[in-house]
C-alpha cells in the first residue's frame, strides 16, 4: 500500500521529497495582509529557503528532522531570480 507522500509524487511529476533533513533555522513572520504566517525554514547543508504558509504560528522546527514534501519556484525581485522551495507537506520525522 502506497503512502500519501508516494502519492502526491506520483500525481505530480515536478513535486520533490525530502526525508529526515535537520532543520537549522525556522523563522515566522507575519505577512502584510495579516491573515497569514509565513514560515521560512533552511535545511542543514541546503543553501535554498524552504517557505510556506499557515494560519498561526507553531513550534520551533529548529534542531528538528523534518519530511518535506515541495515544489522549485523561482521568484524574481527587482530584476534579480531567486530560488526558493514551495513547501506543500512538512511533517516531523
Do not use: C
Not at 521529497?17 to 533555522?25: E, F, I, R, Y
Not at 529548529?62 to 518535506?68: D, E, F, K, P, Y
Amino acid at each position: 500500500m502506497k503512502s500519501e507522500r508516494e502519492k502526491l509524487v506520483e500525481k505530480h511529476s515536478k513535486l520533490n521529497q525530502t526525508d529526515n533533513a535537520k532543520v537549522v533555522s525556522h523563522v515566522q513572520r507575519e505577512e502584510k495582509d495579516g491573515d497569514w504566517i509565513r514560515h521560512t525554514i533552511m535545511l542543514e547543508g541546503i543553501d535554498v529557503p524552504f517557505i510556506y504558509r499557515r494560519k498561526h504560528n507553531y513550534k520551533s522546527l529548529t534542531g528538528a528532522r523534518v519530511n518535506l514534501t515541495y515544489y522549485r519556484h523561482v521568484e524574481e525581485v527587482a530584476g534579480i531570480e531567486f530560488e526558493t522551495m514551495k513547501v506543500v507537506r512538512v511533517k516531523r520525522s
